[in-house]
C-alpha cells in the first residue's frame, strides 16, 4: 500500500534528483555561515528554499565540525579563523603577507572537513581517496587496518 504525497510536497525520491552537492568543503562551509547569519537575524531557514536545492541542512556541516573538533582533528584555532572568513565570504589569501597564517589554518580545516562531508554526500566527489591522502585516511577514527 503506497501513500499519496502531502499536497504541496514532492516525494522524497523525486526531489532527492535535483539535489546539488557541493563541489568543495569551502561552499559547503560558506553556505552553512550564509544560513547561519541569516538564522542569526531572524529568518526562518528551510531546506531547498534557495535557487539550488543542497543534500544537507546547515546544521548536518556543523554537527561534522563539531565532531572532528571532540575527534581533536580540528582545535579552536581551526574554528576561529572558520567563523572569522567564513562570515566574510572568502578564504584568506596565503599571498597575503597578513593572512598567512590564517591561510594555513584555512586549509587544514577545509582539508580535514572534506572527508566526512564527502562521506554525506554533502560534497561531490565520485573517488573518495581524492579527497584526502592515505594517511590522512588511516588516521581518520573507523577508517584503516584498525577498523
Not at 576561529?80 to 572568513?85: D, F, S
Not at 554525506?120 to 566527489?125: F, L, Q, R, T, W
Amino acid at each position: 500500500m503506497t501513500t499519496a504525497p502531502r499536497p504541496g510536497r514532492a516525494p522524497i525520491l523525486a526531489s532527492m534528483s535535483r539535489v546539488q552537492p557541493f563541489r568543495t568543503a569551502d561552499e559547503a562551509w560558506f553556505w552553512t555561515m550564509s544560513a547561519l547569519t541569516a538564522r542569526r537575524d531572524g529568518a526562518r531557514i528551510v531546506a531547498g528554499a534557495g535557487t539550488t536545492q543542497r543534500p544537507c541542512e546547515p546544521d548536518d556541516v556543523v554537527k561534522a565540525l563539531d565532531r572532528l573538533y571532540r575527534q581533536r582533528r580540528i582545535d579552536l584555532q581551526h574554528a576561529r579563523i572558520m567563523r572569522i572568513w567564513g562570515e566574510r565570504g572568502c578564504a584568506p589569501n596565503p599571498n597575503a603577507p597578513s593572512e598567512r597564517g590564517d591561510a594555513r589554518l584555512w586549509r587544514e580545516a577545509m582539508g580535514r572537513l572534506e572527508w566526512p562531508l564527502r562521506v554525506k554526500g554533502i560534497v561531490a566527489g565520485d573517488d573518495l581517496t581524492n579527497a584526502v591522502n592515505e594517511a590522512e585516511i588511516l588516521a581518520f577514527p573507523g577508517f584503516g587496518a584498525g577498523a
